[in-house]
């Protein structure tokens, strides 16, 4: 377990209260964080979560961390998740883990969306990490088109996509919700919220990896402490 991780989910435990309805993200450091929520839990703390993925699922229950259907809340309190890539404004880089569309849909409807990272993460300008793009199956080549258009309009400096293969061999990933996912070799995003509307108006697109706006705070995780970051919207 990487302590910069470790530390990073430890802080971000703070803006935890009993009685939360929490969105519970995905991967390596959400699941250190899930872990840890297992034993405020065990010890009393009354929360429920809402997973955004099946492996988030699966580790929540194993964690022993109650968890309900979106389908029956009203509210989300705070949702915690990592991130791939955050620039100064908070803007995000998600979808390594091919959950980006429900964990947007999670992060939209909270009040509060917290994101832990080690250090590695954290860069001037969106795009060295490839941009996760969920698309339908349906007419893919016709999507895929429309999606490299749009990247060179927003004046990525590369728009080179590929499709992302199941790690097993078998074919194209497919997500938790049935559709597949395209990574963009942007290299650099210089506009990040341009970029993140011209894809969203293209019709086989379900979701795409920048989170923009939807980020309140940024907790670091470093070898000896976190630092965390909040950003104001006044």
Known sequence: MSIAKENAAMAAMEFIE???????????????????????????????GVPTSQRTADCAVEA????????KITKIDVTIDG???????FNLIKGGGAC????????????????????????????????????DPFGLSLTAD????????????EAQTVLR???DGSGPLVTDGGNWILDSKCKVIPNPADT???????????????FIDLADVIVIGEADHAKVMELSRE
């Open 83 to 89: 991130a791939d890539e955050v620039d100064p404004l």
């Open 165 to 167: 293969q199941a790690k």
């Open 196 to 210: 993140a509307l011209a894809l969203s108006q293209i019709p086989g697109v379900m979701e795409h990896g920048l």
């Open 146 to 157: 429309q999606i490299y258009a749009a990247l060179k309009q927003t004046g990525c400096e």
């Open 100 to 135: 980006l569309l429900r964990e947007k849909i999670i992060a939209q409807a909270s009040d509060r969306m917290v994101v832990i990272v080690d250090d590695s993460k954290m860069v001037e300008t969106l795009g060295a990490f490839p941009l996760p793009i969920e698309v």
């Open 64 to 71: 022993g961390v109650p968890l309900i259907e979106p389908d």
């Open 18 to 48: 009993t009685g939360m309805t929490l969105g519970l993200g995905s991967g390596s450091t959400a699941e250190i964080f899930i872990d840890m929520l297992g034993e405020r839990v065990a010890g009393g703390m009354k929360i429920q």
